[in-house]
């Protein structure tokens, strides 16, 4: 037995060592020991302009408006246009009731027809006068008289020319006309109802000359000056005008505590309407600034991280550093520190990576 334990102990220390293994695959610092590189996709940062804006409310409003009111007082008895046509210089816009000024003109009328006749027998008189005063049968007293006779009912029969002309102008009012092409607003009367001349019944508005009105709050008055870009946006995000701003105004709304900014708008779509409420979008700088996906940014207890490709002495390897980010640009977040222009960041793979880990970039 003892023997046999003799026998046997070598063996038991040889294989206890590994004596007798060959230094193959698997081994320590054999191949099979190290992690083949990733395939990422790097990004070489690049500064690029970055606008720095801020949102408003914009107000559409007309340089070319006209408010329409009645110049006679009545009851309308028709309304040819409704809220949003377009109308031409001397449309008819409404029709006020023309029958007592009708009347009116109609009784002035047939006061012409004798005030004719009497200039008529005038002329005549002073012909008969001015005859018999050549010839010595009457004195230049009567002819006088004839002449002054003439005169007279030439002035009456003017004074009624002038009345016919004035109820014929007055006769035109009832029918109220456009007094400039453009889109007619809001009417604010029915058939039916009755107006006078302070009755404001609609707007023109020409669409060839439209500004945006903006409040911006007095904390961003000391940035405000003419010619910042504006944008227009309409409700789908699309930027339908962009235009500088023409006029800021010297001072302060007392009501809002904000400041008046008006923008010339160049053409503008058909849909676009007088006193529209859109969204504007005032360009404060273009500053070139540098911009990392978002794909490409994670977040860890509240701070934001990139990993970038680095050349190491063992080749490329994923480095993670903290970045610190801005707002996001589409589909961009702007970098205010952390990285620098010609920084490769990886933007795939990144769930698969760690610091150091072994990469090969494409």
């Known amino acids: 037995m003892l023997r046999s334990l003799v026998r046997i102990l070598p063996l038991l220390i040889v ?11 698997g081994g ?13 996709a790097v990004l070489t940062l690049a500064p690029k302009p970055i606008p720095q804006t801020s949102e408003y409310v914009a107000t559409i409003r007309s340089l070319r408006s006209t408010t329409v009111q009645s110049q006679v007082e009545g009851i309308v008895r028709r309304i040819y246009v409704k809220a949003g046509d377009r109308v031409e210089a001397g449309q008819p816009l409404l029709q006020v009731d023309p029958d007592k000024q009708q009347a009116t003109l109609t009784a002035v009328e047939s006061q012409r027809a004798a005030r004719e006749a009497d200039v008529a027998l005038a002329q005549q008189q002073l012909a008969r006068a001015r005859t018999l005063f050549e010839a010595g049968a009457v004195s230049r007293s009567e002819l006088e008289q004839a002449e002054a006779s003439a005169k007279t009912t030439q002035a009456q029969l003017d004074a009624v020319a002038s009345q016919i002309r004035e109820a014929r102008v007055q006769l035109d009012y009832y029918r109220l006309t456009a007094p400039a092409a453009g889109i007619a607003g809001e009417i604010t009367i029915r058939e039916g109802d009755r107006v006078t001349p302070s009755t404001a019944i609609t707007t023109i508005d020409q669409p060839q000359g439209l500004e945006a009105y903006i409040n911006v709050p007095l904390e961003r008055a000391a940035l405000l000056r003419p010619g910042l870009e504006v944008e227009l946006i309409a409700s789908d995000g699309a930027v339908i005008a962009s235009d500088p701003v023409t006029f800021v105004a010297p001072r302060a709304d007392d009501a809002t505590q904000s400041v008046l900014v008006k923008v010339t708008l160049g053409r503008m779509p058909p849909s676009i309407r007088v006193m529209q409420y859109l969204r504007a ?21 509240g701070q934001y991280f990139v990993f970038v490709a680095e050349q190491g002495p063992q080749g490329t390897v994923a480095r993670q550093k903290p970045v610190t980010v801005a707002e996001v640009i589409g589909d961009d977040y702007v970098i205010m520190y952390g990285l620098k222009a010609g920084d490769r960041v990886i933007v795939s793979n990144l769930q698969k990576l760690g610091d150091g880990a072994p990469v090969k970039a494409s």
Do not use: H, K, Y
Request: with cysteine; glycine share 18%; proline share 13%.
């Open 281 to 301: 979008r005032i360009i404060w700088s273009n500053e070139p600034r540098l911009t990392v996906p978002v794909v490409a940014i994670s977040r860890i207890s």
């Open 15 to 25: 294989a206890a060592c590994g004596g007798g293994a060959p230094q193959g695959q």
């Open 28 to 40: 320590p610092g054999g191949a099979g020991g190290a992690f083949p590189p990733m395939d990422v």
